[in-house]
């Protein structure tokens, strides 16, 4: 019959497994790899602190690093045309480390702009002049949806009018 310990570190052995092979996917947040395990691995339950064990050892050799993860994921999702909200949320949900996405998201309101105006010229082409009020609307809800803010958005329009 196996003891209680050796039962705890064949399952340690099993959750590392699945980490290793997840994080050779693509970079994850802590958080989010921790819940994919959980899931995964429902006896987790019944040992506390093991996937938090797990992680750390992950830490330890430099396999999972939130620094990179969020650094490649607001890259990643800026090269998709999202905003700053939008990644914000997103990122809250996968990792704890709110002083990282902050330092990441962290550029001028008319960078995004620029941003938003790529955005907007991709999807609808070049359009200079002004538009009806229901087309600036229907742009400015497209906008608001990729996650830029209000003022961003204005500024977006700014720069595409002159």
Same mark, same amino acid.
């Given at each position: 019959?196996?003891?209680?310990?050796?039962?705890?570190?064949?399952?340690?052995?099993?959750?590392?497994?699945?980490?290793?092979?997840?994080?050779?996917?693509?970079?994850? @947040?802590?958080? *989010?790899?921790?819940?994919?395990?959980?899931?995964?691995?429902? *006896? %987790?339950?019944?040992?506390?602190?093991?996937?938090?064990? %797990?992680?750390?050892?992950?830490?330890?050799?430099?396999?999972?690093?939130? *620094?990179?993860?969020?650094?490649?994921?607001?890259?990643?999702?800026?090269?998709? @045309?999202?905003?700053?909200?939008?990644?914000?949320?997103?990122?809250?949900?996968?990792?704890?480390?709110?002083?990282? %996405?902050?330092?990441?998201?962290?550029?001028?309101?008319?960078?995004?702009?620029?941003?938003?105006?790529?955005?907007?010229?991709?999807?609808?082409?070049?359009?200079? @002049?002004?538009?009806e009020r229901?087309?600036?609307?229907?742009?400015?809800?497209?906008?608001q949806s990729? @996650?830029?803010?209000?003022?961003?958005?204005?500024?977006?329009?700014?720069?595409?009018?002159?």
């Amino acid at each position: 019959m196996q003891s209680k310990q050796d039962e705890r570190q064949e399952l340690a052995l099993q959750v590392e497994s699945r980490a290793v092979y997840l994080l050779s996917m693509r970079e994850h @947040g802590r958080k *989010e790899l921790a819940n994919k395990l959980i899931q995964k691995f429902a *006896e %987790v339950e019944n040992h506390p602190g093991l996937v938090d064990f %797990v992680l750390d050892k992950c830490v330890e050799n430099n396999w999972l690093s939130d *620094e990179r993860y969020i650094e490649a994921y607001v890259r990643q999702s800026m090269e998709k @045309g999202q905003g700053p909200y939008k990644i914000r949320q997103t990122l809250r949900q996968r990792t704890s480390r709110e002083d990282l %996405v902050e330092a990441h998201l962290a550029m001028e309101d008319s960078d995004w702009a620029d941003l938003a105006k790529e955005v907007l010229q991709k999807k609808y082409g070049e359009s200079s @002049g002004s538009l009806e009020r229901k087309e600036q609307a229907k742009r400015m809800r497209f906008l608001q949806s990729r @996650g830029f803010s209000q003022s961003q958005i204005w500024k977006a329009f700014y720069y595409i009018q002159n």
